[in-house]
């Protein structure tokens, strides 16, 4: 039977398994839109084309499948690029299918052109301007392979309309070719970096979101257990380890955990899996970890030895690794020095104990981390957890207890503000039957508030929690400590706008707490308004609570600044702790 370029395009989708694509119609993709009449794929109507992007990448890191968006050319296609560059800095696999003129008119700047596949060229893996027919079944399944093979990331296919419209006689069949075979695991290697492991006396784990990108959560915990590990999750990383587990020691690096950061700096080995080495989590690079010798796994080779040399790189998937290691490593018993490890977990102990996270109540005073605390409490823990970029999103990975993968859904590398709602949308229409938490700053929330209007429209009910300080918080507390207090540009002002006037606008319920003792009530009423729709609650938090611990912009992680609300001096030199 003829068929046309668009409706090629969606036998391809739906070869792939695909069941959601968020996207927004226009011009140059209104052939794919009518052929997506006749496709049983789901097709959720966002608001802006940089949500639609957001939300692929919430519904790919809670579920971990590929996700998939679609928008129209020029602005539309444009408005994809902040979601792809966050897409490729946290190895998240996206597929942006992108509408382009006709053929015709290419290069002649025709209206709502632009050269999509060039502009983002740099931010994905790959990209594809298919200029025939013919070409677009097997376009979709390379696009496909290549997002979700070795180290995730996105991808882009602009179509033409008129390649889209045409009609003949297209092939089918297609059959995925056979990829290259993973990387040879050499036995010295791995023997080598049991070794290391078996004959330190100051090791971690230092773990990275390639963990959860490969589904290693088991090997990982079986690994911790069998050598007692102490394990530290990065930002992307958390769940893939429980928090609960006496060998957690939480989020490293700039807003860290006293425990995690200090625990790297005097390890003795670090074995480092699924992750990179990212100057959130090194600090000053030369004063890293100085005495600690390197493990390194990665899928990418290009990490190995970007930032810190290793001493025995394995490459390959991390639950591959993981499972060879396993093989060549025997348990506890066999270290080198038992009596120096139990030394250094009792360390750690102490650590953790004497610099735990705390805050000052004041009363009156709604405070954020009491907030994020008393959620974690009311929820039982039991949500898919979605921040945007600032104090919020540090307050939440540093007091709320993952204890499961996808569990927490974040933008790490490029922090982009503004991520939290889109992206709990793909969230919610990934896992529609768990509980899926945004929680937001007053300012991310600003930058895609309207995407609200699909939480309702399309039946995703979400609980958004907005810690509403009325700032730009992060750079407020920057300008603060390191800006001489001269603030500039950051105040918002939290009546403008009215939150609860705007959720219900937009056909959410609506909530606001201004005293600690109305959070409880408050977070109840909430969740029992998530039955039909989205409710949305204004936290009406201290406009001045600072964001602690955090290791200053370029300083040593042994500078590491731990407030006075831990009952030390604010700009301590902590290295002989």
């Known amino acids: 039977m003829p068929l046309s370029g668009a409706q090629a395009l969606f036998r391809a989708l739906e070869d792939e398994g695909v069941e959601i694509v968020f996207g927004i119609p226009g011009g140059a993709i209104m052939p794919a839109y009518d052929a997506l009449l006749d496709s049983p794929i789901r097709h959720v109507l966002m608001r802006h084309e940089q949500g639609a992007g957001h939300a692929a990448e919430g519904y790919a890191q809670a579920s971990g499948r590929v996700g998939v968006c679609m928008t129209t050319s020029g602005p539309g296609a444009t408005n994809l690029v902040t979601p792809l560059a966050d897409a490729m800095m946290d190895s998240i696999p996206v597929v942006a299918i992108t509408g382009q003129v006709g053929r015709s008119s290419l290069g002649r700047q025709a209206f709502q052109e632009a050269p999509i596949t060039e502009i983002v060229r740099p931010i994905t893996k790959g990209t594809w301007l298919v200029m025939d027919p013919e070409r677009v079944e097997a376009t979709v399944h390379e696009a496909f392979a290549l997002a979700r093979s070795g180290r995730p990331g996105p991808v882009l296919i602009d179509i033409p309309k008129d390649v889209q419209a045409a009609v003949g006689e297209l092939p089918g069949g297609w059959t995925c070719p056979a990829g290259p075979p993973p990387p040879v695991l050499a036995e010295r290697e791995l023997r080598r ?185 009311r929820t039982r823990g039991e949500a898919v957890v979605v921040t945007g970029v600032g104090q919020h999103q540090m307050w939440t990975s540093q007091l709320w207890r993952f204890d499961r993968p996808r569990s927490w859904v974040a933008s790490g590398g490029l922090g982009t503000m503004g991520f939290a709602v889109p992206a709990a949308v793909g969230a919610k229409a990934a896992r529609p039957d768990q509980l ?42 920057w300008q ?16 403008v706008p009215d939150v609860v006037a705007l959720a219900r606008a937009y056909g959410c319920a609506a909530f606001r707490v201004e005293r600690p003792e109305e959070l409880d009530g408050v977070i109840d009423d909430a969740l029992a308004a998530l039955a039909d729709r989205t409710a949305v609650v204004d936290f009406r938090v201290s406009p001045t609570e600072n964001c602690f611990p955090m290791v200053p912009a370029g300083a040593s992680n042994d500078q590491i600044l731990l407030g006075d609300v831990i009952g030390q001096d604010l700009h301590a030199d902590l290295s002989d702790r």
């Open 193 to 377: 970096a049991a070794h290391l492991i078996l004959a330190a006396r100051r090791p971690v784990l230092y773990v990275g979101g390639g963990v959860v990108r490969s589904g290693a959560e088991d090997e990982l915990f079986d690994l911790a257990l069998r050598q007692q590990l102490p394990v530290v999750t990065t930002l992307m990383a958390r769940g893939a380890f429980p928090d609960s587990h006496p060998l957690a020691l939480g989020m490293p690096g700039m807003h860290g955990a006293y425990a995690a950061v200090m625990a790297m700096q005097r390890s003795d080995l670090l074995v480092a899996v699924g992750a990179r080495f990212d100057d959130r989590v090194t600090g000053r690079l030369d004063a890293f970890a100085p005495d600690a010798r390197v493990v390194h796994i990665d899928i990418d080779p290009r990490e190995i030895g970007k930032n810190r040399a290793a001493d025995v790189a394995l490459v390959g998937d991390a639950r591959r690794v993981l499972v060879a290691l396993g093989t060549v490593l025997p348990d506890f018993d066999h270290v080198a020095d038992p009596a120096a490890r139990r030394a250094w977990l009792a360390q750690l102990d102490r650590w953790r104990e004497r610099f735990c996270f705390r805050y000052r109540p004041e009363p009156g005073t709604l405070k954020p981390q009491q907030v994020v605390e008393r959620l974690w409490v």
């Open 436 to 477: 899926v938490l945004a929680i937001d700053g007053d300012g991310c929330f600003q930058m895609t508030c309207h995407e609200l209007a699909t939480t309702v429209t399309e039946g995703l009910p979400l609980l958004v929690c907005v810690l509403n300080n009325g700032a730009l918080g992060m750079v407020r507390q």
């Open 480 to 495: 603060e400590l390191f800006f001489r207090g001269r603030l500039s540009q950051v105040h918002l002002g939290a009546e």
